[in-house]
Each structure stands twice: as C-alpha cells, then as structure tokens.
C-alpha cells in the first residue's frame, strides 16, 4: 500500500504565497508520477499540475507562469509552489500519485485546504 501525507495549506492574501508539500511512503518499486489535483466547492476535481519521475511536467492554463510543481525522489516526495495567488485558487488540494507495487495503482492524499482572500 501506499501513503500520502500532505502539508502546507493555509489562508493567503491574493498575491501571496503558500507551499504544499507530499510525502509518499510504503511498498512500492516507482512513482512514475506525482501531482496535485484541486477541488472548490459545487465543482469538479480538476488537475493541477503532475510531474514524471522523468521530470516532464504539466499544468492547468490557469495557473501557468504561477504554480510550480517539483519532486525529490529521495524523499518520494512532491512540492506545488504557488505563486501570485487569486481567490478562485481557493480549493482542497490533493496530492495524487501513481505508485508501481504489485500493479501501477493511483493513490490519493487527504487533502489540504487553501484559502485566498481577496
């Protein structure tokens, strides 16, 4: 099995700064990748960026040229800078990754909230 801690939400002012991390630990061989998802309330799950063990990453249009997701390997952990924050970032974010034990399997963290006021 797999386990996601997660931390680093908080409230931001719009134009802060906030850094979540998630750290991965238990049986697994890989992590071909790690990623952030987010969700408001009264909308969908949406991704927000993934990165590969390879380093290829990936983003939401919003929040290009703001957020930017990096990974530690050693640590089997994985950060989400977010930068220049607006209130529609206010979500619950989940750390997500998909993890190589006996089968390539997707595993969810609990989420941690983040709050931009405005």
């Known amino acids: 099995q797999v386990q996601l801690v997660e931390s680093g939400g908080g409230l931001a002012h719009t134009g802060g700064s906030l850094r979540l991390s998630c750290s991965a630990s238990g049986s697994f061989s890989s992590i071909p990748v790690m990623g952030w998802y987010r969700q408001a309330p009264g909308k969908q799950r949406e991704l927000v960026a993934t990165?590969?063990?390879?380093?290829?990453?990936n983003y939401l249009d919003s929040v290009k040229g703001r957020f930017t997701i990096s990974r530690d390997s050693t640590k089997n952990t994985v950060y989400l800078q977010m930068n220049s924050l607006k209130p529609d970032d206010t979500a619950l974010y989940y750390c997500?990754?998909?993890?190589?034990?006996?089968?390539?399997?997707?595993?969810w963290g609990q989420g941690t909230q983040v709050t931009v006021s405005s």
């Open positions: 997500n990754v998909e993890a190589v034990t006996y089968y390539r399997g997707s595993y």
């Open positions: 990165i590969t063990s390879g380093g290829t990453t």
